[in-house]
């Protein structure tokens, strides 16, 4: 009869569990050639971008409203409200608009590209910087990335 390794169990026990820790799902987002990462759940949908007409008299960091799928989103230039220095880039076939989820209000990004998506234990997560526009940062492949807080964007 063959013994029972009870070693074996546990660590196979231990390996269940550590699929269970909670993740945060973010995606890595370039803006006026700043990185960030958005969070997905703030995320309704990415799309390539459509037309964007022009609003008279709107702020400086709206771009224009564009049709997506029948509903009218206010496309903004997230550097402008983030203080990004750089001017927003030309349309690219990596450009795209982050449509955020919203209760009342249809908001999408321009954003230049969006590079990789990370899954980042909640553990490691930081829980806020006092920053209006950042969460704080998380360290990933020996870079520092800033985490947007999509929310403010809305204010």
């Not at 006092?130 to 990933?140: P, R």
């Amino acid at each position: 009869m063959a013994g029972i390794d009870i070693q074996a169990i546990q660590d196979a026990k231990d390996a269940i569990n550590e699929d269970k820790v909670p993740h945060a799902e973010y995606m890595r987002v370039v803006v006026n050639g700043a990185t960030f990462l958005v969070t997905v759940d703030a995320v309704s949908s990415v799309v390539r971008p459509s037309v964007i007409t022009p609003v008279p008299m709107a702020p400086d960091h709206l771009i224009g409203v564009a049709n997506v799928k029948g509903q009218v989103f206010c496309i903004i230039d997230a550097g402008k409200i983030l203080k990004i220095a750089a001017p927003i880039q030309e349309k690219t076939p990596q450009t795209r608009f982050l449509l955020l989820r919203h209760d009342r209000v249809h908001l999408g990004l321009w954003v230049e590209s969006i590079a990789e998506l990370y899954s980042v234990p909640l553990l490691g997560v930081p829980v806020d910087s006092g920053d209006k526009f950042t969460m704080g940062s998380i360290k990933i492949k020996q870079e520092k990335l800033s985490i947007m807080r999509v929310n403010a964007l809305f204010d």
